[in-house]
Nanobody, 133 residues
Framework: QVHLMESGGGSVQAGGSLRLSCTASGWTYTSNCVGWFRRAPGKERDLVAAIYTSGGTTYYNDAVKGRVTISQGNDKNTVYLQMNNLEPEDTAMYYC??????????????????????????WGQGTQVSVSS
């Protein structure tokens, strides 16, 4: 049974940094999408960043581009979200999610990662990020 667990959230001041981790148990990330989503109070869930784990092609939401890096750990069952220069607007519950495996070239794969929301089958419970001004 696949289980995803997020960690690394917390409270920081504006300009600070956090690194979120999404660790899979019972599974290894291979040729699939792993996305980091966030939901702020009163707002819809947004895809923050995604990675296709075969080749490492990435996608970033314009709101975080340049401040956030998504990467896969060498152990192949952890995906990280490094967030720098955090802003109060980044305050939200952050969730990681993963699709099942599929084969595609980088550009086609990352398009699927950012557009096929129904493809994200596995979800973690979330980790809270709070940024104060």
């Amino acid at each position: 049974q696949v289980h995803l667990m997020e960690s690394g959230g917390g409270s920081v001041q504006a300009g600070g940094s956090l690194r979120l981790s999404c660790t899979a148990s019972g599974w290894t990330y291979t040729s699939n999408c792993v996305g980091w989503f966030r939901r702020a109070p009163g707002k819809e869930r947004d895809l923050v960043a995604a990675i296709y784990t075969s080749g490492g092609t990435t996608y970033y939401n314009d709101a975080v581009k340049g401040r956030v890096t998504i990467s896969q750990g060498n152990d192949k069952n952890t995906v990280y979200l490094q967030m720098n220069n955090l802003e109060p607007e980044d305050t939200a519950m952050y969730y990681c999610a993963a699709t099942g495996p599929f084969l595609a070239v980088g550009s086609t794969a990352i398009t699927r990662c950012k557009e096929d929301m129904d493809g994200y089958e596995y979800w973690g419970q979330g980790t809270q990020v709070s940024v104060s001004s």
